[in-house]
C-alpha cells in the first residue's frame, strides 16, 4: 500500500473495447490489495490472492482463487483462516520457490487501537492453490517493542540455482506511526519457510530516520541470489536530501551493504496528492542480475506521473528517472497505483491507474488502468495501451486503505493483471490477460461466490431504503465508525424491509442482512 492505515478494520466494518476484464471477486462490499502470482513450472496455474469482506465479527479475510488454465476459467474461493478468531486479516503477498510451492504472506491482527496483538503469517501451498498449509508465525508485534513491524509485507523468494536458493524474505515496516524513530524490516527463512528470523534493513549510517514514518521496504531477489531491498530515508547527518536507499545481502541476510539511489535523491515532494496511491517497486530483471529497476511517481513535470530509473551495475550507478505514461506532458491528470514485472526474457510491464480521460486532475476523476510494454534490450517503451475496459467512475471508498497497489505478471508476452475498482459500485477485484499490445486474450466471466438473493433499493437511498430477500430473520446498518445505526429485532420471517434514513448523515454504510441459511451484505450510499 502507499501505507496501510489499518483504520479500515473499523472504517468499513464492514479495456480496450466492450465489457471484457474478469471479476475474480464479485463481492457486494469491499475487496482489496490484489496480488497475482504464477507457477515457474507451469505457466497455466495463476494465484490471485486479496483481502475480502466477510461478516462484520471477522470484517476481512484472505481470500484466494487459483486456475489451470491460464485464467480462463477459476477455483472457487479459498479461505485462509484467522489465527485468532477475533482478528482480521490484510495486505497478502504471493511468491513461487522453485519446486512450484506457492507462499504467501500476510497480516492477521486485532487492529491498530493498542494494545495491538498479531503478526505476519506464512501459509503454503503444495497442490497449486487449491488447500493450504497452517499458517506461520513471521514476525509479530512484539518484537521491537511497540514499533509493531507488520506492516505491509512484501515476499520474496531466491530462485536462482545457487547454494541459498529457496531463502524466504519477508519485508515490512512499522505500523506505529508515532514511535520514531522508524524502520524498514526484514524476515527470513532458510528452511522453506517454518521459522524465520528478523532484523533492521537500515544501519547506522543509512538510517531511515524519523521524518517519513512510512519507511516501506521494496525487495527484490536477482537471478543469481542476491536480495535487495529499497527504502526512503531522510536523516540530515547522512544527507541534506531525502533519499531512496537500496540495501543488499548475498549470503541470506547474514551482513548487509547499503548505497543510495542517487538519482531519486531530493524528490520532489508529493503533498499535493494526498490520496493518490503513491509507492513505488523495486524490480529485478531475471536475465541480467546486475539489471535494477525502480518504478514510481514523480511531480517532475507538475503533474503526478510514472517514472522508472534503472542500474544495469547492481545498483553502483543509476540512469536519470524516464517517463513511462505517454498522454501529453502537463496537461493537470494524474496517475498512481504503480505496479511492473520482468518477464524471463528481459521484457518489462508496468501498469498504473491513469486519469488522461479524466475530467481533471484531482484524484476523484474517473480512471483507467493503463499499461505500457518495453522489450528486453530497448530502450524504448511502446505505446501505452488500456487494461481496463471502460472509464471507471470515481466512488469515495477509493480514499480508503486496502485498495493502495494493483499487481501485473508478465509470462511469455501475455500480460496478467489484477486490481481493484468500483466500476459497479463495490470494490471487486478484476483480472485481464493481452497480450504486449493490449489485445485480450481471455474474455470469460467468473462466477459470483456471493448470493445474489437480496435487493437494496434506491442506492444511494434518500428518506427510505428497502431491503427485499427470502425469510429475513434480522437486518442490521452500520456506518463507518462501526457503529450501529439500525437493527430489527430478533427472528423475523419476513421478506422486505423498509429503513427511514432521515436523520442519518449522509455516507458509506454496510448492510447486514440474516436469512435462515446465511448472512449478506451490501454497501448501501445514503445522500438525504
Known amino acids: 500500500m502507499k501505507f496501510l492505515i489499518l483504520r479500515i478494520i473499523v472504517l468499513l466494518c464492514f479495456v480496450n473495447s466492450f465489457s471484457q476484464n474478469t471479476n475474480l471477486s464479485n463481492g457486494t462490499v469491499f475487496d482489496g490489495e490484489p496480488y497475482v502470482a504464477i507457477n515457474p513450472n507451469d505457466t497455466n496455474n495463476i494465484v490471485v490472492a486479496w483481502m475480502g469482506w466477510v461478516n462484520l465479527a471477522n470484517q476481512f479475510q484472505i481470500k484466494i482463487k487459483t486456475s489451470f488454465d491460464a485464467g480462463n476459467t477459476w477455483s472457487n474461493t479459498a479461505l485462509i483462516p484467522h489465527v485468532v478468531s477475533s482478528y482480521s486479516s490484510a495486505d497478502p503477498a504471493i511468491a513461487f520457490n522453485n519446486a512450484g510451492e506457492i507462499f504467501i504472506s500476510y497480516i492477521d491482527f486485532t487492529g491498530t487501537a493498542p494494545p495491538v496483538t498479531g503478526g505476519i503469517y506464512l501459509v503454503k501451498s ?77 544501519a547506522p549510517g543509512w538510517l531511515a530516520g524519523s521524518a517519513n514514518n512510512l519507511p516501506m521496504p521494496s525487495p527484490a531477489v536477482s537471478s543469481n541470489g542476491i536480495f535487495y531491498a529499497n527504502y526512503p530515508s531522510f536523516v540530515i547527518s547522512q544527507s541534506l536530501f531525502a533519499q531512496l536507499l537500496l540495501v543488499s545481502s548475498s549470503d541470506a541476510g547474514a551482513t548487509f551493504s547499503h548505497q543510495a539511489i542517487t538519482n531519486i535523491v531530493n524528490p520532489v515532494p508529493l503533498t499535493n496528492f494526498p490520496d493518490a496511491k503513491k509507492a513505488g517497486l523495486l524490480l529485478s530483471n531475471p536475465a541480467n542480475s546486475n539489471h ?81 510494454y518495453r522489450p ?98 434480522e437486518v442490521t446498518l452500520v456506518d463507518m465508525q462501526g457503529k450501529e445505526i439500525f437493527k430489527t429485532s430478533n427472528n423475523l420471517n419476513i421478506s422486505e424491509v423498509q429503513i427511514s434514513t432521515d436523520g442519518f448523515s449522509n455516507g458509506i454504510y454496510i448492510l447486514q442482512v440474516k436469512t435462515l441459511h446465511s448472512k449478506l451484505y451490501k454497501k448501501v450510499v445514503i445522500q438525504n
Open 292 to 372: 535494477l529497476a525502480v518504478v514510481g511517481l514523480r511531480t517532475t513535470n507538475g503533474d503526478l506521473d510514472v517514472f522508472i530509473t534503472e542500474s544495469f551495475n547492481a545498483g553502483a550507478t543509476w540512469s536519470a528517472p524516464t517517463r513511462v505514461n505517454d498522454d501529453p506532458i502537463a496537461n493537470n491528470r494524474m496517475q498512481d497505483l504503480v505496479w511492473g514485472d520482468f518477464d524471463n526474457d528481459g521484457d518489462l510491464i508496468i501498469t498504473w491507474r491513469d486519469r488522461r480521460n479524466g475530467s481533471d486532475g484531482t484524484y476523484a476523476a474517473d480512471s483507467e488502468i493503463y499499461a505500457a
Open 126 to 202: 503444495t497442490d497449486g492453490g487449491l488447500s493450504w498449509g497452517n499458517p506461520v508465525n513471521v514476525v509479530d508485534t512484539t518484537f521491537d517493542g511497540t514499533k509493531w513491524p507488520i506492516d505491509r509485507p512484501w515476499i520474496a523468494i531466491d530462485r536462482s540455482n545457487g547454494s541459498i536458493q529457496g531463502t524466504i524474505y519477508v519485508t515490512s515496516m512499522n505500523l506505529n506511526r508515532t514511535n520514531a524513530p522508524f524502520n524498514p524490516y526484514v524476515s527470513i527463512s532458510t528452511d522453506n519457510g517454518t521459522t524465520f528470523s528478523t532484523s533492521y534493513l537500515d
Open 376 to 473: 528486453n534490450n530497448s530502450t524504448q517503451f511502446e505505446p501505452n495501451f488500456r487494461l481496463s475496459s471502460l472509464l471507471i467512475p470515481y466512488d469515495p471508498i477509493l480514499t480508503s486503505s486496502g485498495n493502495d497497489f494493483m499487481s501485473v505478471q508478465l509470462e511469455n508476452d501475455v500480460v496478467n493483471a489484477v486490481w481493484g475498482d468500483p466500476r459497479h459500485g463495490d470494490l471487486n477485484i478484476w483480472f485481464q490477460k493481452t497480450d504486449t499490445q493490449g489485445n485480450v486474450l481471455s474474455l470469460q466471466e467468473i462466477s459470483s461466490d456471493q448470493s445474489t438473493e437480496i435487493k437494496v433499493f434506491p442506492n444511494p437511498a434518500s428518506s427510505l431504503l428497502n431491503i427485499q430477500s427470502k425469510e429475513i430473520h
